[in-house]
T-cell receptor, first 111, second 111 residues
Framework: NAGVTQTPKFQVLKTGQSMTLQCAQD?????MYWYRQDPGMGLRLIYY???????DKGEVPNGYNVSRLNKREFSLRLESAAPSQTSVYFC??????????FGPGTRLLVL | GENVGLHLPTLSVQEGDNSIINCAYS??????FIWYKQESGKGPQFIID?????DKRQGQRVTVLLNKTVKHLSLQIAATQPGDSAVYFC??????????FGKGTKLSVIP
């Protein structure tokens, strides 16, 4: 099992450009999450999907949208990237709301 | 809001010694506690968890202690090895999908 996979690994954007970060899990988990991690900080929740067909805002949702495409896949979209969105983005999944398993991250630089 | 903090941002330990990483939390509603390990350039990795109805739980070389009276959590690593060098996050949950991450403690193991 690959666990949680994320694409791309690295991305450089110009201010105002859009992009979608992809996440997939093969553990048949119900819940999926998107976090961002800024230097020297813990992770902050952007959006989560408790189950297929539902999405909810986390702590820092502004500037982002998500889509729970199916049980396996949960994407994060930046419609108009800003330098403040430069960060490392992690996707995670869990069977319930507790133990979450994380992907390797996407490093995003917005110029 | 929740504030999950750490007593020490960095910790240096001699290889073979025991390590203790401390964490203070403020949300009295927290009932689920997790320690994650994050190696450089990787996503957080689950180490061990504990629920509020317990005060101690042991894993392989790791022990988590919970003191709900003073809202304190600690992670003990026995016989610390170079592979234990990482940032360790104290994470709390309060019955929802939104886990709260602390800022992390960087553990450095001296060979």
């Amino acid at each position: 099992n690959a666990g949680v996979t994320q694409t791309p690994k690295f991305q450089v954007l110009k201010t105002g450009q859009s992009m979608t970060l992809q996440c997939a899990q093969d553990m048949n988990h119900n819940s999926m999450y998107w976090y961002r991690q800024d230097p020297g900080m813990g992770l902050r929740l952007i959006y989560y999907s408790a189950s297929e067909g539902t999405t909810d805002k986390g702590e820092v949702p502004n500037g982002y949208n998500v889509s729970r495409l199916n049980k396996r896949e949960f994407s994060l979209r930046l419609e108009s990237a800003a330098p403040s969105q430069t960060s490392v983005y992690f996707c995670a999944s869990s069977e319930n709301w507790e133990t979450q398993y994380f992907g390797p991250g996407t490093r995003l630089l917005v110029l | 809001g929740e504030n999950v903090g750490l007593h020490l941002p960095t910790l240096s330990v001699q290889e073979g010694d025991n390590s203790i990483i401390n964490c203070a939390y403020s949300n009295s509603a927290s009932d689920y506690f997790i320690w994650y390990k994050q190696e450089s350039g990787k996503g957080p990795q689950f180490i061990i968890d504990i629920r509020s109805n317990m005060d101690k739980r042991q894993g392989q070389r790791v022990t988590v202690l919970l003191n709900k009276t003073v809202k304190h959590l600690s992670l003990q690593i026995a016989a610390t090895q170079p592979g234990d060098s990482a940032v360790y996050f104290c994470v709390t949950g309060a019955g929802s999908y939104q886990l709260t991450f602390g800022k992390g403690t960087k553990l450095s193991v001296i060979p």
